[in-house]
């Protein structure tokens, strides 16, 4: 592109970092004593704390507010139609996701303790005396479902991180770390039948990377899809276009903190943890916008 708006390559910088945080839920697979639950925990209910208060907040006032300017009382119409045409595309990508290999379903401490067993000699909880082996051809299957699930997800995502970033790079900033919390748990789920199947601690990081990388791939093919058929000049997306997309985008994000953020953060927590993430993310999220205004 000959032509990009000023903000484009922190935009797509944000969307990388926010995507390839599957790695890091790898990583910590790998490199940590044990899985920290605890922390999976308050880490999404953060994640969905910054999403909820944000969308709700700023993405989709300001889906309204440019839609207004344009299109009167009406565009307030138009707003909220976006806001649950969004809810419907994420709703519609989840029901192409088979439940089995559904990339937010929580796995036991059981099944991930081989992952810290350098001696490579750990065996199945549910199968005394067979190796991670076991099975080889079934959870090879499940681990790369996992890993294509995670990248329909991100497609989305990675749009709502680069649009955002694009307009205004602190709030950018603020969903890119909310997704990569919402990605760290994403990127387990690809490495545990990986590494079950495989025995092998790198191939099972290399397809927990490369699942997120749909995200900064998803994102930059939208963009130049949504430059190409509004016939933008410079690579600056029409204000209206931009506040039907701030709308859905708000949509999006909505649908995944209540329906994977949340019940993925209860499910790893005990007692409150899910709800002090949740609400810490809110607070951080609202003095980040009231400092930087």
């Not at 390839?20 to 308050?42: C, E, H, M, P």
């Not at 709700?56 to 207004?68: D, M, P, R, Y």
């Not at 506040?243 to 953020?261: C, P, Q, R, T, W």
């Amino acid at each position: 592109m000959a032509f990009v708006p000023d903000n484009f390559w922190m935009a797509f910088a944000l969307t990388i970092f926010a995507g390839l945080s599957t790695g890091i839920g790898s990583v910590i697979a790998f490199t940590a004593r044990r899985t920290n639950y605890r922390f999976l925990s308050v880490a999404t209910g953060f994640s969905a704390g910054v999403m909820l208060y944000v969308s709700f907040v700023e993405i989709f006032a300001k889906g309204a507010e440019a839609l207004a300017a344009r299109y009167g009382a009406a565009g307030h119409w138009l707003n909220a139609t976006s806001f649950f045409g969004g809810m419907l595309l994420i709703g519609l990508v989840d029901n192409l996701i088979p439940a089995a290999e559904n990339p937010h379903e929580t796995h036991s401490e059981a099944e991930t303790a081989p992952l810290h067993d350098k001696s490579g000699k750990a065996l199945l909880a549910d199968e005394p005396g067979k190796t991670y082996g076991a099975h080889h051809h079934k959870l090879m299957r499940m681990g790369l479902f996992t890993a294509m699930a995670i990248a329909i997800h991100n497609f989305p995502e990675g749009l709502a991180t680069f649009l955002a970033a694009l307009q205004d790079p602190t709030l950018g900033l603020a969903i890119a770390v909310a997704v990569a919390l919402h990605n760290i748990p994403e990127g387990i789920s690809v490495s545990v039948p990986i590494f079950y199947a495989s025995g092998n601690r790198r191939k099972a990081f290399v397809y927990s990377l490369l699942s997120g990388l749909a995200e900064p791939v998803g994102a930059l093919v939208a963009y130049l899809a949504l430059c190409l058929f509004t016939g933008s000049q410079g690579g600056v997306i029409p204000p209206q276009v931009m506040g039907v997309l701030f709308g859905g985008v708000a949509g999006i994000m909505v649908y995944i903190s209540l329906d994977e953020l949340l019940p993925t953060s209860r499910a790893y927590g005990k007692g409150h943890e899910s709800l002090l993430g949740l609400v810490a993310g809110m607070i951080v999220m609202a003095l980040s916008l009231l400092i930087m205004k």
